[in-house]
């Protein structure tokens, strides 16, 4: 039996909606496995700014401190879209609690459910089969260099840095899961023009000297962007930079048909962070229309990551894909094929899952 404390921090916007439903398949899991997983929540984001004027309070950094993995919503709010000059935002408790719990490394899966071939804007001959693991590096990059305004407002610059142990150590972790998969590592960065990237590629082709079972391939970002869409099932392993890596993963949401559906994990050598990859979407918050999936896929990372319990975040894969199989669809996954009859709100799509999830487990 595992005995875990998992921290839920809802967030902002569509964030509360969506990790509802993942906590539910946590407790789910707990209840059919005999697991003894308990809960506390916390605040950050637009919410926590409105609460305590501080995007991150102490109070949830401590929590976080103290829990065996989180499970996160979502931060960001229209007021700081509509205005650039606010010195206090939302994604700077993201950043913030990402550094002190030192997780450089994001996680993104990107595998195509085949039932939602149709749900991409890609043609499904090209999509069939692709299964490609993103190795995003965290605590680095423009993200965090120094940033600078000139005092007529006329000129900024954010500076893009690079240390080599941070190239190191998210290098190692991105070879081991290529171990693991096909054996086939794409590192992507701009070697041909940011000395940062000629760090990162420097760095990168020492550290695959020690797996030499491994194929290593090196691309340009704007090569790799376009052979994303082109041919997605070239690439297995995915390692790259901050910057890099948060344009490329949105763009790979696509092949999944909505960024509803992809799950993420950020990790280090402590807690782990499991969030979907998608916003806020405060457009739609509160609306019960958000896909919950990425959400409860999150949760099956976080069961085979977080807590090698590889069995029960297979349940809840399966789940979800039966459910989609069942031809149950939020309207962001739906197209004019589907039954327009079982296309779900978030809190009815949330429910099918679990109906699916316990069906699974109990057979």
Known sequence: MAKKHILIIPGDGIGPEVTTWGKAVLEQIAFQYGHEFTFDTA???HAAIEATGNPLPDETLEKAKASDAILFGAVGHAKYDNDPSLKIRPEQGLLKIRKELGLYANLRPILLFDELLDASSLKPEILKGTDILFFRELTGDVYFGEKKRSEDRNTASDLMIYHRYEVERIARKAYEAARLRRHKLCSVDKANVLESSRLWRETVQEIAKEYPDVETEHMFIDNAAMQLVKNPKKFDVVLTANLFGDILTDEASQIAGSMGMLASASIGDGTGFFEPIHGSAHDIAGKNIANPLASILSVALMLEIGFGLKEEAKAVTQAVEQTLKKGY???????????????????QMGQKLLDHLQQAVSI
């Open 43 to 45: 605040m950050m984001g």
């Open 329 to 347: 669809r939020t309207s962001d996954i739906a197209n004019t094929k589907d039954d327009v009859t079982k296309v779900l709100g978030t809190e």
